[in-house]
Nanobody, 119 residues
Framework: VQLQASGGGFVQAGGSPRLSCAAS????????MSWYRQAPGKQRELVAS???????NYADSVKGRFTISRDNAKNTVYLQMNSLKPEDTAVYYC??????????????WGQGTEVTVSS
């Protein structure tokens, strides 16, 4: 399974791009679908996640501005980003955590899509 992230680029502050992450095939037994980001010189951090039942979780820095959603039929997870700030500049990675055989944890990562926010 491969995850293909897209939607990044250069954006002005206040912009509202949407990131997409599509899986090459259906992933079964998904626990969580998430977006992470890594800014230059910083550690990768969790931005948003969604699990079964519509439960979502957001980093404090993006609450009220970002929305994570998923389309199971398209094997895709989205990140709608609104009111972007220069500090949102980072490479954004999608992640899917699933359960494999014998209960083992499977982790799939996208290749990352860069978002640069200009002031």
């Amino acid at each position: 399974v491969q995850l293909q992230a897209s939607g990044g680029g250069f954006v002005q502050a206040g912009g509202s791009p949407r990131l997409s992450c599509a899986a090459s095939e259906r992933i079964f037994s998904i626990n969580v679908m998430s977006w992470y980001r890594q800014a230059p010189g910083k550690q990768r951090e969790l931005v948003a996640s969604t699990r079964g039942g519509g439960i979502t979780n957001y980093a404090d820095s993006v609450k009220g501005r970002f929305t994570i959603s998923r389309d199971n039929a398209k094997n895709t997870v989205y990140l709608q980003m609104n009111s972007l700030k220069p500090e949102d500049t980072a490479v954004y990675y999608c992640n899917v955590e699933a359960r494999g055989g014998w209960g083992r944890r499977l982790d799939y990562w996208g290749q990352g899509t860069e978002v640069t926010v200009s002031s």
